[in-house]
C-alpha cells in the first residue's frame, strides 16, 4: 500500500464562494485563510506528513492591485492567529516560491514563522506562494548550468540530482493532488511533483473544503490502485 504521506491542494473558488453569497472577493479569501488551520489539523490526524497548499501563484500579479495587496496580508493574518497554535501542535512551516519578489513585510512574516518552527518534526506545512512550476525548473536549470560552469557540479545529471535544485528538495514526491473549485487544470503547480500522483478535482470551494471532506479524498487515495507503469497489485 503507498501510504499518503505527501497531500498538495490547489486551493480555489474563494472568489466565486464569496460572490455567491454576495460577498467581496477577499471575503473568500480570509475564510479561506482560516480554513488552513482547521485542513492542517484534519491532515496531522490523518497521519499525511506534508501538506503543501497552492496560495498564490506566479501569475495571480495579474490580479487588481487591492486584490493581490489583500492576498499578500494573509499570511501576517494567519500566523498572527494560530502560529501560537502550530508551534504547539509540532508544525514545521516550509516556504516554495519565488520569495524575493513579495513585499518585505509579507517575506519577513513567512521567513519569521518557517524559523520559529525549524526545530518542529510534526506536519510539514508548506506554503506555495508567488510559486509556478515553470519558475521553479528554469531556476533549477539555470543553477545547474552555473555549478557546471563553476566547476561545482558534473555535466549530465540524473532524476535524483535534478531534484536537489527543486524547491521542494526536502520534500518527498505528492501522492495526492486536490484542486477544490470545481477546475480541471493544474495552474502552473508542481508538475515534475506530481508525476505519479493521484488527482482529485471536487466541486467544492476552498472555504467549504472541511475536514470530512478530506477523508473522503483520502479514503478516495486508498481506493485507488497506484502502478506506477507496473501491474496490479493483488
Ligand atoms: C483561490 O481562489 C485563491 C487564489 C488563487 C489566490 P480564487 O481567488 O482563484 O477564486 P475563484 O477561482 O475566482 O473563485
Ligand atoms: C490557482 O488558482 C492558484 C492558486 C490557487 C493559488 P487560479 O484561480 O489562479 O487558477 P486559474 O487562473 O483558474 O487557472
Ligand atoms: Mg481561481
Aim: hydrophobic residues 40%.
Amino acid at each position: 500500500m503507498n501510504e499518503c504521506r505527501h497531500v498538495a491542494i490547489i486551493m480555489d473558488g474563494n472568489g466565486r464562494w464569496a460572490k455567491a453569497q454576495g460577498k467581496p472577493r477577499t471575503a473568500g479569501h480570509l475564510a479561506g485563510a482560516d480554513n488552513i488551520r482547521t485542513v492542517a489539523i484534519a491532515a496531522d490526524e490523518l497521519g499525511i506528513k506534508y501538506l503543501t497548499l497552492y496560495a498564490f501563484s506566479t501569475e495571480n500579479w495579474k490580479r487588481s492591485a487591492d486584490e493581490v495587496g489583500y492576498l499578500m496580508k494573509l499570511p501576517a493574518y494567519l500566523f498572527g492567529r494560530y502560529m501560537e497554535e502550530f508551534l504547539q501542535r509540532g508544525y514545521r512551516i516550509r516556504l516554495i516560491g519565488d520569495l524575493s519578489a513579495l513585499p518585505a513585510a509579507t517575506r519577513k512574516v513567512l521567513l519569521d514563522a518557517a524559523e520559529r518552527s525549524q526545530a518542529n518534526d510534526g506536519l510539514n506545512l508548506i506554503i506555495a506562494i508567488n510559486y509556478g512550476s515553470h519558475d521553479e525548473i528554469l531556476r533549477a536549470v539555470n543553477d545547474y548550468a552555473a555549478d557546471v560552469a563553476a566547476g561545482r557540479a558534473e555535466q549530465g545529471i540524473d532524476e535524483a540530482g535534478f531534484e536537489q535544485y527543486l524547491m521542494t528538495k526536502d520534500f518527498p514526491p505528492v501522492d495526492l493532488l486536490i484542486r477544490t473549485g470545481g477546475e480541471q487544470r493544474i495552474s502552473n503547480y508542481l508538475l515534475w511533483q506530481i508525476a505519479y500522483a493521484e488527482l482529485e478535482f471536487i466541486p467544492e470551494a476552498w472555504p467549504d473544503f472541511t475536514p470530512e471532506v478530506l477523508r473522503r479524498c483520502v479514503d478516495e487515495y486508498y481506493g485507488r490502485d497506484r502502478r506506477f507503469g507496473g501491474i496490479k497489485n493483488e
